[in-house]
């Protein structure tokens, strides 16, 4: 798709250059044929046709050839003027807008009078100036001024429930975006908690993050196989199953070719969050300020709280690292060592809790038994 839309792209830059050759030929058709330049013959008008269609060509031409660069001037000109208006607060840019309306179409009625003025080219002059002096004083005075209308809504509000004191609509702010990374996708625990409700607002998921996920499924490798797999069944659930909006993005940066360094770029534009189970890209997003949700911190903090002295049954799976201990494991995946708990494998009983440590991988427990 992208082919067709840089080649009819190119064919209308080419077709712009074309006219612009054009139109220069027809400012200077009155001086070729007065004859008057040294050294250019007089041109007659069956002369001035091929004159024309020759320029006309040259420009075209030349158009065509410097296409690609124009083009990639104009996107990164565009991309930078959308980076720098996200910056500003949409109330701002109404505002702006309205006063810019309202200060051109009061520049517009002084410009008639402007008509009258007996002096040449005073008229013309004086009406430049207005436009530009007075759309600036109105887009500088509405968004100083913002704080004013931002009033309105409380006095309708209260008009409100003055008239109807029983109804009360709630003010919900809206969510920002949450950008998927492929490792909490391949997680797939990411579906659940979708399904649970605690994720608001769009998904987003981007283009790059889908040609890894594609790469993963074709690799040799029938591990890295299944992952691949397994994430691209979650993105369909994601998509077909549940109660949420899914939204595929092709935004990329070619300059860049990590996709952890692309995601934190892509949610700086756009006012994002990363959401992810990667410790790495959690801290380099923290250096960039970039705000990150991570699904192993919020396994972790919804676990049970134990305390030391609790009683809890468990059941020895395995042995521990050091001489006598005992491993056991709760149902969300805590890990328990149990002292002389090794000589117990298989056996269920009951431990009193010592202490609990709280590591970055998560949470460990450690216990005797009770007898």
């Known amino acids: 798709m992208s082919k067709v839309v840089n080649r009819v792209l190119r064919f209308v830059v080419m077709f712009i250059g074309g006219f612009l050759g054009v139109v220069i030929m027809s400012l200077l058709e009155p001086v070729l044929k007065s004859g008057t330049v040294p050294g250019i013959p007089k041109v007659t008008d069956s002369q001035m046709l091929v004159v024309y269609a020759v320029i006309g060509l040259i420009f075209a031409l030349i158009f065509y050839i410097l296409t690609p660069s124009i083009v990639r001037r104009v996107k990164k000109f565009a991309s930078y003027i959308e980076f720098e208006l996200q910056k500003v607060p949409t109330s701002k840019i109404i ?30 002059v004086l009406t430049i100036i207005a436009y530009i002096v007075l759309g600036y004083l109105g887009i500088s005075v509405a968004t100083k001024n913002m704080g004013d209308f931002g ?24 969510a920002k975006p949450k950008i998927l990374d492929t490792s909490v996708i391949i997680d797939g625990r990411i579906a659940d908690i979708c399904r649970a409700g605690f994720i608001e607002g769009t998904i987003i998921v981007t283009e790059f993050v889908l040609e890894e996920l594609r790469h993963i499924s074709d690799s040799s490798d029938s591990l890295k196989r299944n992952r691949g797999r397994r994430g691209l069944d979650i993105l369909n659930v994601i998509q077909k199953e549940l109660d949420v909006e899914v939204k595929i993005v092709d935004t990329d940066f070619e300059d860049v070719s990590e996709v952890d360094i692309k995601l934190l770029k892509l949610a700086q534009k756009i006012d994002g969050i990363v959401l992810t189970n990667d410790y790495n890209l959690n801290k380099v997003a923290e250096l960039q300020r970039v705000p990150v949700l991570n699904i192993n911190e919020l396994a972790n903090a919804v676990k049970p709280i134990v305390m030391p002295g609790e009683e809890m049954k468990v059941q020895i ?3 521990g690292k050091e001489q006598k201990q005992g491993i056991a494991y709760l149902d969300d995946g805590t890990m328990i060592v149990v002292e002389d708990g090794r000589n117990r494998i298989g056996e269920e009983f009951d431990v009193i809790v010592t202490s609990v440590l709280q590591t970055a991988a998560g949470r460990m427990i450690f216990a005797k038994s009770k007898r």
Do not use: H, W
């Not at 009625?109 to 013309?124: A, D, E, H, Q």
């Not at 409100?160 to 004191?165: G, I």
């Open 95 to 124: 505002a702006g807008t309205i006063g810019l309306i309202v200060s051109l179409s009061l520049a517009y009625l002084v410009s008639g009078l402007f008509k009258i003025l007996p002096i040449p080219f005073l008229g013309p």
């Open 151 to 174: 009033k309105l809504p409380d006095i309708v509000r209260k008009m409100q429930v003055s008239n109807q004191e029983s109804k009360m609509e709630p003010c919900v702010s809206e």
């Open 317 to 319: 799976i395995k042995e």
